[in-house]
T-cell receptor, first 118, second 110 residues
Framework: QVHLVQSGVEVKKPGSSVKVSCKAS????????IHWVRQAPGQGLEYMGI???????NYAQNFQGRVTVTRDTSTSTVFMELRSLRSDDTAVYYC????????????WSQGTLVTVSS | QSALTQPPSASGTPGQRVTFSCSGS????????VSWYQQLPGAAPKLLIF???QRPSGVPDRFSGSKSDTSASLAISGLQSEDEADYYC???????????FGSGTKVTVL
């Protein structure tokens, strides 16, 4: 059962921004935290931030000031925008859900590859 | 540099038991539950263990988790070829006010 579906591949220039979407079922959108995690090529998982069912957000220190997570309640979609892109932002970006509050991610999306290159 | 430390690799022959650790601190593993994720090649991570030692429906009982103080462990008994994957631990870190992941352990079936 697919709970989260992300937008497709992105290719961006250094210094630009990218906005990745994560569409959830209405039930997931209303009852789950949605987190963002990224994985650079050949590297491990890196936590980015969260949006809760009330729309509140929290970001990892490494991304504060450069990332914004928003949502559209009319389409049950969550967005992650990363600004001032650098080559080391090249990664697969995942959204994942957490039943509130259980402290684990029970379902992950398929991921979106973002390539930053001049 | 990951907040949680895992050995980079672990290996075993089919049928063997493999165990590897995830080391953290009082602000993460020491005070919050640990979850484990399996990432097969080219795929998204998948929940394997939650709440230190609970298996979601559908995860074989060959996989087991444990936690003691500021460390956690994942064990795979009766190792199978399809268990070749990367495994990551994770926990909430109260000092960082953020989730943290382990560096990942690549399991190879010899």
């Amino acid at each position: 059962q697919v709970h989260l579906v992300q937008s497709g591949v992105e290719v961006k220039k250094p210094g630009s921004s990218v906005k990745v979407s994560c569409k959830a079922s209405e039930y997931t959108f209303r009852n789950y935290y949605i987190h963002w995690v990224r994985q650079a090529p050949g590297q491990g998982l890196e936590y980015m931030g969260i949006i809760n069912p009330a729309g509140g957000t929290n970001y990892a220190q490494n991304f504060q000031g450069r990332v914004t997570v928003t949502r559209d309640t009319s389409t049950s979609t969550v967005f992650m925008e990363l600004r001032s892109l650098r080559s080391d932002d090249t990664a697969v970006y995942y959204c994942a859900r957490e039943m509130t509050p259980t402290q684990y991610f029970d379902s992950w999306s398929q991921g979106t590859l973002v390539t930053v290159s001049s | 540099q990951s907040a949680l430390t895992q050995p980079p690799s672990a290996s075993g022959t089919p049928g063997q038991r493999v165990t590897f650790s995830c080391s953290g601190s009082n602000s993460n593993i020491g005070s919050n539950p640990v979850s484990w994720y399996q990432q097969l090649p080219g795929a998204a991570p998948k929940l394997l263990i939650f709440g230190n030692n609970q298996r979601p429906s559908g995860v074989p009982d060959r996989f087991s988790g444990s936690k003691s103080d500021t460390s956690a462990s994942l064990a795979i008994s009766g190792l199978q070829s399809e268990d070749e994957a990367d495994y990551y631990c994770a926990a909430w870190d109260g000092s960082l006010n953020s989730y943290v992941f382990g560096s990942g352990t690549k399991v190879t079936v010899l």
